[in-house]
């Protein structure tokens, strides 16, 4: 019989991160029973759970945006890399001026944190963990994403964006860390499980797997990506816990080889092999290119002989991760980067002169100045978008299928999918960046043939469906970058206007005025798909 073996799964190295102290009130250390107790009033951890739901929505880490910087040096960086790039850091300029947020979707607010033994609150930590994360909901321009169900299929929204994702476990010694994250629908979605065996565990077998499911993450979550595979698990729902924290950096210290008490560890060989893949994959930031991932993190955990789990998430573009702790010395949240603008290059980009698009002419017009150009166009909008997205398409189609026609704004102006973020006072819109547009695929066809939806806007590969439709009736989709929602309420919308359905909030219909707003021709009306030539590599 083998000897008794005892390892913290996951041993972290030491913590590099740069803190800045938030306050040294609300902690106080006393003795008890010959122990060093860490008291800890619940004031803190709300305004720890404020800080940081704030600043994770307007300031990026530094080592992000210097990735993203990084491209913009790169010689073998397309054009539509560069661009996508020189975006996202004027982007998170704007972001960093604290009213606009980096992305439209503030996300669900998400808190794993470690409590040692010796940490004492005298409270449910979650209910002051979740009041400084509504305190910051409702003080700043975010967005509220929540919904809430009723019955199995009457649901609505929370409005205030809780509840939380609070997930605390328990630890040595009197310190408490957090991490904090907000997480879009974008990267959310692209999170995925797969039940594999033994048998993917060769290198002929993992690599055409790899290359595959990288496929399956499309352009929809905003690429680049912090990219983390994760093969193995005690669990299906430990795998998807390690595939969370990799994606946000929180395991980059783990040992870089395996042991006999099946520890965690990251493989640098294959992720140096993934980060490869992924070049060479060709979609790039989004509109084709190398840049795909910023990099890969590949973490390999112990597993029970009968199962395999293998975990891929990401993180986005809005990279938005923060660590917290509490201390006997106070309340710290990591630094976050608070001048973006060092990262802006001199001289923009050169790139070929995008093509200018008048949207305020009648539809067919439109149409036909875009059948004059071929997927992969870069364009500049200008003119009159309507907003609907998921709720607002279902309640279209229920008056179509009801007998109703289609509405006229519908039929007369392209449709951007999207949800705003609260408005700044002063300002015409809040950030305001575009949606996935797979989630509106199945209404495609149904909407075109009825003349609506002729020109869609919004981010990510579609499915065939689209393609399939776009060339029966004449339709175009236009892919706008995803991520870039600050910029683009800042500089691109002029102004915001309900004019249906106002109940559904964020998911109103609405009519915009934009101008210079940037898209790329993906799907047109001869059946062409910028995204097919990647999907049959």
């Given amino acids: 019989m083998a000897e008794f073996i005892y390892e913290k799964p996951f041993q972290l190295g030491k913590d590099t991160t740069e803190y800045r102290l938030l306050t040294k009130d609300y902690v106080e250390l006393v003795e008890f029973d010959g122990r060093k107790i860490l008291k800890v009033d619940p004031k803190g ?35 539509n890399d560069r661009f996508v790039a020189h975006t996202m850091l004027l982007n998170s300029v704007v972001a960093a001026e604290g009213q606009l947020p980096t992305c439209q979707d ?83 979605n692209k999170t995925y499980l797969y039940q594999e065996t033994k048998a993917l565990l060769n290198e ?18 905003c690429p680049p990506y912090h990219l983390a595979l994760v093969i193995g698990g005690t669990s299906a729902e430990g795998n998807l816990a390690t595939v969370k924290k990799a994606s946000a950096g929180y395991l980059d210290n783990l ?16 992720e140096a092999k993934v980060q490869k893949m992924c070049e060479e994959y060709g979609v790039g930031a989004q509109f084709g290119g190398k840049y795909f991932t910023h990099d890969v993190r590949v973490i390999r955990l112990p597993r029970h002989a009968a199962s395999c789990p293998v975990g891929i998430g990401v993180s986005c573009s809005a990279d938005r991760n923060v ?33 200018d698009i008048d949207l305020d002419r009648p539809m067919e017009e439109v149409c036909a100045e875009l059948s004059k150009y071929p997927v992969k166009t870069r364009l500049n909008l200008s003119g009159t978008l ?52 797979g989630r509106m695929d199945p209404y495609t066809d149904l909407f075109q043939s009825n003349k609506g939806a002729m020109v869609m806007v919004a981010k990510g590969n579609r499915s065939q469906q689209v393609t399939d439709s776009c060339a029966k009736h004449g339709g ?62």
């Fill in 476 to 537: 175009f989709y236009l892919g706008s970058i995803g991520g870039p929602a600050a910029i683009l309420a800042k500089t691109s919308i002029k102004s915001v206007e309900v004019i249906d359905f106002p109940e559904l909030g964020m998911e109103a219909v609405r009519k915009i005025r934009i101008e210079n707003f940037p898209a790329f021709i993906i799907v047109d009306d001869k059946g062409n798909d910028f995204f097919q030539e990647y999907k049959d590599r």
């Fill in 45 to 79: 951890l709300e305004l720890l759970a404020q800080e940081a739901m704030a600043d994770v929505s307007f300031y990026l880490r530094k080592a992000h945006l210097q990735s993203v910087a990084k491209i913009l040096q790169d010689p073998e960086a397309t054009d």
């Fill in 204 to 221: 002929e077998a993992l690599t055409k797997f790899v290359k595959a499911k990288i496929k399956d993450l499309g352009t929809s979550a």
């Fill in 323 to 355: 660590k917290g702790k509490i201390t006997e010395d106070g309340i710290f949240l990591e630094q976050l980067e608070k001048n973006p603008s060092q990262f802006i290059p001199e001289h923009a980009p050169e790139l070929v002169k995008a093509i």
């Fill in 106 to 188: 503030t996300g669900t607010a998400i808190v794993v944190a470690k409590k040692g033994e010796d940490v004492y609150t005298g409270i449910d930590d979650g209910e002051a963990l979740s009041r400084g994360i509504y305190t910051t909901y409702q003080d700043r321009n975010l967005r509220y994403s929540q919904v809430v169900p009723f019955t199995m299929f009457d649901e609505k929204n929370s409005g205030i964006n809780l509840p939380a994702q609070i997930d605390i476990y328990s630890n040595q010694g009197n310190k408490y860390e957090f991490l904090f994250l907000t997480k879009g629908g974008g990267s959310g």
């Fill in 255 to 270: 040992p870089t080889e395996g042991n006999e008490s099946g520890r965690a560890f990251r493989d640098l060989e294959w």
């Fill in 386 to 437: 309507v907003v609907a997205r998921d709720i607002a398409h279902a309640k279209i189609k229920e008056i179509l299928d009801n007998g109703g026609e289609m509405p006229e704004y519908m039929k007369n102006h392209p449709v951007y999918y999207a949800g705003p973020a609260k408005t700044p006072e002063g300002m015409a819109s809040g950030s305001f960046g575009p949606t996935t547009a």
